[in-house]
C-alpha cells in the first residue's frame, strides 16, 4: 500500500519449479524487505536490501534468491530448494530507518 | 539478536471496552523504534502506532495508546472503548536504526457485541 505493489496475488507452484514473486515500489525508498507470514505466526525475514546492488539473508534465507538492480524493485524467487513455500509473502519498504510499509502480499500456494 | 515476544496469542474484549496487549523484547541497543501493527483478515498490515525510545513519554493516537518501559523493555498496546473493527491480529514490532525490523508472533484479538 501507498506505492508497494506486489504481484501476483495468489500464486500456485508445482512441485520443482522455481517461481517469482514482483514487489515494486514507486516511494524511493532504499530499504526493501521480504517476509514469509505461516498460518497463525508472525512475520519472518527473509532477505533485504538497504541499496541497489546489496542484499543480506534474514533468518529464513535457504531456498529462496533474491535481486535488487534496481532501486524500484525487489524480486523474490523460490526455488525448488525451498521444501515448504505454500505461506504468505509480504513485502515491505522502510522510511528513514524507522517504520516499515507493507504491500497487500502473495498467497503462494504448492499443487 | 534481538527477539520480540508477545505472550498472548489470543485476547478477546467486549465492544466499548478496554483492552491491553502485552510485548516484551530483548536488545542491546539504546536507540531504536517500536511498533505495533494490526492485520485484519484482507491480510495487510497497518501500522497502528509508533514509540521512539529515546522518548520517555509513551505515544498516543486516538483510542491506542503505549506504555512504554523501557527498563523492563515492555511495550503494551492499549485499545479504548474497543470497536468490531479492531479485531485483528496485532503484531508487536522492534527496530533499530539500519537493521531489520523484528515482529513478535502476534495477539489475535476478538471483539464481542
Known amino acids: 500500500d501507498g506505492g508497494i505493489t506486489q504481484s501476483p496475488k495468489y500464486l500456485f507452484r508445482k512441485e520443482g519449479q522455481n517461481v517469482t514473486l514482483s514487489c515494486e515500489q514507486n516511494?524511493?525508498?532504499?530499504?526493501m524487505y521480504w517476509y514469509r507470514q505461516d498460518p497463525g505466526q508472525g512475520l519472518r525475514l527473509i532477505y533485504y536490501?538497504?541499496?541497489?546492488?546489496?542484499?543480506q539473508k534474514g533468518d529464513i534465507a535457504e531456498g529462496y534468491s533474491v535481486s535488487r538492480e534496481k532501486k524500484e524493485s525487489f524480486p523474490l524467487t523460490v526455488t525448488s530448494a525451498q521444501k515448504n513455500p505454500t505461506a504468505f509473502y509480504l513485502c515491505?519498504?522502510?522510511?528513514?530507518?524507522?517504520?516499515?510499509?507493507f504491500g497487500q502480499g502473495t498467497r503462494l500456494t504448492v499443487v | 539478536a534481538q527477539t520480540v515476544t508477545q505472550s498472548q496469542p489470543e485476547m478477546s474484549v467486549q465492544e466499548a471496552e478496554t483492552v491491553t496487549l502485552s510485548c516484551t523484547y530483548d536488545?542491546?541497543?539504546?536507540?531504536?523504534?517500536l511498533f505495533w501493527y494490526k492485520q485484519p483478515p484482507s491480510r495487510q498490515m497497518i501500522l497502528v502506532i509508533r514509540?521512539?525510545?529515546?522518548?520517555?513519554q509513551n505515544a498516543t493516537e486516538n483510542r491506542f495508546s503505549v506504555n512504554f518501559q523501557k527498563a523492563a523493555k515492555s511495550f503494551s498496546l492499549k485499545i479504548s472503548d474497543s470497536q468490531l473493527g479492531d479485531a485483528a491480529m496485532y503484531f508487536c514490532?522492534?527496530?533499530?536504526?539500519?537493521?531489520?525490523?523484528?515482529f513478535g508472533a502476534g495477539t489475535r484479538l476478538t471483539v464481542k457485541p
Open positions: 536490501s538497504q541499496i541497489v546492488n546489496d542484499f
Open positions: 516511494l524511493n525508498h532504499d530499504a
Open positions: 515491505a519498504i522502510k522510511t528513514g530507518g524507522t517504520e516499515a510499509f
Open positions: 514509540q521512539e525510545a529515546y522518548k520517555q
Open positions: 536488545t542491546s541497543e539504546s536507540d531504536y523504534y
Open positions: 514490532a522492534y527496530n533499530a536504526i539500519n537493521n531489520d525490523m523484528r
